[in-house]
């Protein structure tokens, strides 16, 4: 599997500031695309910190395969101020000189223009790049990244690509699908194995493992659990064909509590039960009374519904999905087209159902509920 890093420039993160979530953005679209990243590292717009964090992940021991490219994306660092440092470190850090793009010059004094801005000198700063780099373009902000590749030397033990992003989160993802996917295709080797994906409900990360490890002994697939109560999710890393037998076992044995199971670049199953619930919902509108959850369940549902499109309305009136406490737990009345549906139910793990904790995890058994019995013939 091809190996990236993640390296952020910017003391606003490393301060506190501002929260890295192209980190975490990244990081889940190179999975999808068969990309393990193996480090994030943030650095503060420091000269010699910045050097340094850029030598480190050719540096960096244990990933066992040196034949192998290293995928290197750098975020932030890219505008026209003086702590803006990215650009002239890569140059030092690949020992070549930076130099000025007129054509980019003039493309940000054009779009200053029509703007009706004034472009000022400091915008120059945005026109420098390490020669011999490719240029990437900003579909949405004024700062280009660039490409850049470096070839096996004694300061670079392995060939590393150079991927140098803007830190705005609407920039780098704009930037990410237009120039770095269609290179990434050239760069990344195919692989045979692919993300299997499950998520089970209401039952303990511990007792999820003890029922998935059993199955998966010996076959040296790599596994992964993230629990995110009242979900847990699973991943195995396997071929679909090879290791189907292994697969299907899985599948059966967390079938009483799965919501949903996919298989990263194949269409397939929604793992949110509350989008799943417009799907399966027979009515043109959802009716909600919530008086457990605080409105959480009515957010999950309105979230749902800004995500899904489509015509279905959620309406604050009883008669559709109703959560009411009751002396032990709370209760849930499903009642649709289809019929009416009363679940009693307490939570699980001790959760106190007057906290936040609690109420969440209410407005998501009542979601597991409905969908269920909407799903049931």
């Known amino acids: 599997m091809t190996k990236a890093h993640l390296l952020t420039i910017g003391t606003e993160i490393t ?7 192209n980190a975490s953005w990244l990081s889940q679209k190179l999975e999808t695309f068969g990309i393990r990243v193996q480090s994030h590292l943030t650095v503060r717009d420091q000269r010699e910190e910045l050097l340094n964090a850029l030598r ?9 395969a040196e034949n192998e490219p290293s995928l290197i994306f750098v975020t932030g660092g890219l505008g026209p101020t003086s702590d803006d440092l990215t650009r002239a470190c890569m140059a030092d850090h690949l020992g070549v000189k930076p130099e000025f793009d007129s054509e980019v010059w003039a493309g940000l004094n054009s779009m200053y223009e029509q703007r009706g801005l004034p472009v000022r000198e400091a915008h120059k700063h945005q026109c420098w790049f390490p020669k011999g780099s490719e240029r990437l373009s900003n579909p949405v902000g004024t700062a280009l990244g660039f490409y850049c590749l470096a070839h096996r030397s004694p300061d670079h033990p392995r060939t590393a690509h150079y991927f140098v992003l803007p830190g705005p989160p609407r920039e780098l993802e704009g930037m990410f699908h237009k120039e770095v996917l269609p290179r990434l295709i050239g760069i990344v080797p195919k692989s045979d194995l692919v993300w299997h994906r499950w998520t089970v409900f209401a039952v303990p990360e511990s007792e999820v493992a003890e029922l998935v490890e059993p199955l998966i002994a010996g076959s040296g697939l790599e596994v992964g659990y993230r629990a995110q109560v009242p979900y847990v999710r699973v991943k195995l890393f396997a071929n679909s064909e ?7 076992r899985v599948s059966r044995v967390l079938a009483p509590s799965l919501v949903a199971e996919s298989v990263d670049g194949v269409p397939g199953a929604n793992h949110d039960l509350a989008e799943q619930l417009f799907e399966v919902w027979p009515d043109s509108q959802i009716r909600v009374l919530d008086e457990v959850s605080e409105g959480y369940l009515v957010q999950r ?5 800004r995500s899904l499109g489509g015509n279905t309305e959620v309406r604050l009136e009883p008669g559709g999905l109703e959560l009411r406490p009751t002396v032990e737990g709370f209760q849930v009345e499903l ?6 549906k009363v679940f009693a139910q307490k939570l699980p793990f001790k959760m106190a159902l007057d906290s936040d904790r609690g109420r969440r995890a209410a407005a998501e058994w009542a979601l597991w509920l409905a969908v269920r019995a909407l799903k049931t013939p």
């Open 15 to 21: 301060s506190g500031e501002v929260v890295n979530s």
């Open 56 to 64: 480190w992940p050719l540096q960096a021991p244990g990933d066992g």
């Open 242 to 248: 090879r290791h189907k037998d292994v697969l299907a």
């Open 301 to 305: 549902l309105y979230s749902a519904r």
């Open 335 to 340: 009642s649709s087209s289809r019929g009416q």
